[in-house]
């Protein structure tokens, strides 16, 4: 089973960027499908970006439309989330996930592995 650990949260202003890094364990990495999801305090957690394991497909929630965008390096087992024009209400705590997959994943698929998350705040 995979294992992933995400990095590159922090603080930062509205307006600004974060690249938010998900390493992952394991020589399969390139048959797994990726996505990354968030919780906010006091909220469910929700999808935020899907990548397929080839790299070929990928969509986004509407709420990061054309700000983020998922992308992955399959030689260094690492998917990637760039976060551009933050806003206040993207503050949450990011977790990457995987699943065995060589489909297109629906966002309310179940995935295999998740990560620790890393926390993600922009100030106003």
């Known amino acids: 089973q995979v294992q992933l650990l995400e990095s590159g949260g922090g603080l930062v202003q509205a307006g600004g960027s974060l690249r938010l890094s998900c390493a992952a364990s394991?020589?399969?990495?390139?048959?797994?499908?990726m996505g990354w999801f968030r919780q906010a305090p006091g909220k469910e957690r929700e999808f935020v970006a899907f990548?397929?394991?080839?790299?070929?497909?990928?969509y986004y929630a509407d709420s990061v439309k054309g700000r983020f965008t998922i992308s992955r390096d399959n030689a260094n087992n690492t998917v990637y989330l760039q976060m551009n024009s933050l806003k206040p209400e993207d503050t949450a705590v990011y977790y990457c996930?995987?699943?065995?997959?060589?489909?297109?994943?629906?966002?309310?698929?179940?995935?295999?592995?998740w990560g620790q998350g890393t926390q993600v705040t922009v100030s106003s």
């Open positions: 990548i397929s394991w080839s790299g070929d497909s990928t």
């Open positions: 394991g020589r399969t990495f390139s048959s797994y499908a």
């Open positions: 996930a995987a699943r065995y997959s060589r489909v297109r994943l629906g966002p309310n698929a179940e995935y295999d592995a």
